[in-house]
């Protein structure tokens, strides 16, 4: 397996979702987001059978390596594996933290979901690299989405975790810098991008958002490979 090395910088952090590019090529929108902006890709697709969603993974590894962005694979350890992404994200209900920290190595990202100032408080003891809260505002590109926090909510959520804290769910132009006011560290965005009509000028209009609100980049930088000690 290739060992990769990438800073990790979760200020625009594109969720690459086939069911939102509204047709058109998964790995065309994913260049298009890195060359004006994006800072980390992440694929979910909840309906591409597992061979359908290594190989895609395994496209976009190649590409965004000549890039120098890490990609993060959406749940399936065993397709981050397989794929030789550099890394995972994992919901509450997937599996245990420690065994996918064990299964990745320490060197490769980590991520993790939480929704509610609950979840904040009593975040596991295990190395993480960032967490993804939200959804902060409504968003209909995630059904079973738990209920928006605001940013009210972020931002009292943020205040108990120690972390890179990326803001998700509804966050646009029109809102992203008032996460960041709120103690974001970046957004990860999904229709914002992938459904643009044009995804570039989508992606360096949030780029633009977040240099002007102060967005801190990246925090380390390492290999990101699967099963190192």
């Known amino acids: 397996m290739k060992t990769h090395r990438h800073t990790f910088d979760p200020r625009l952090y594109l969720i690459l979702d086939p069911a939102q590019t509204r047709g058109r090529e998964v790995l065309s929108i994913a260049e298009q987001a890195v060359h004006h902006g994006a800072t980390m890709v992440q694929l979910r697709w909840k309906d591409g059978s597992a061979r359908e969603f290594a190989a895609l993974a395994r496209r976009l590894v190649d590409m965004l390596e000549t890039h120098g962005i890490p990609l993060i694979v959406n749940d399936r350890i065993d397709i981050a594996w397989a794929s030789g992404a550099h890394g995972a994200h994992v919901g509450q209900g997937d599996l245990e933290l420690s065994d996918a920290r064990a299964m990745l190595g320490r060197r490769a990202i980590l991520g993790l979901s939480v929704t509610n100032i ?5 975040l596991p003891d295990i190395e993480l690299d960032y967490v993804g809260l939200g959804p902060v505002f409504a968003t209909s590109t995630k059904l079973d989405a738990a209920p928006p926090l605001g940013v009210k909510g972020f931002s009292e959520a943020r205040a108990l975790l120690r972390l890179p804290v990326v803001a998700i769910g509804g966050i646009t132009v029109g809102n992203a810098a008032s996460v960041v006011a709120a103690g ?3 957004i ?5 991008i992938c459904a643009a009509d044009d995804p570039g000028d989508a ?3 949030l780029e633009e958002v977040l240099i002007a609100s102060g967005a801190a980049a990246g925090t380390r930088s390492g290999a990101a490979s699967f099963g190192e000690p």
Do not use: L, M, Y
């Not at 609950?118 to 009593?122: G, L, M, T, V």
């Not at 990860?188 to 914002?192: F, I, K, M, Y």
């Open 118 to 122: 609950a979840e904040a408080r009593n």
């Open 203 to 205: 992606t360096r209009r």
């Open 188 to 192: 990860a965005v999904s229709s914002a």
């Open 184 to 186: 974001a560290n970046g």
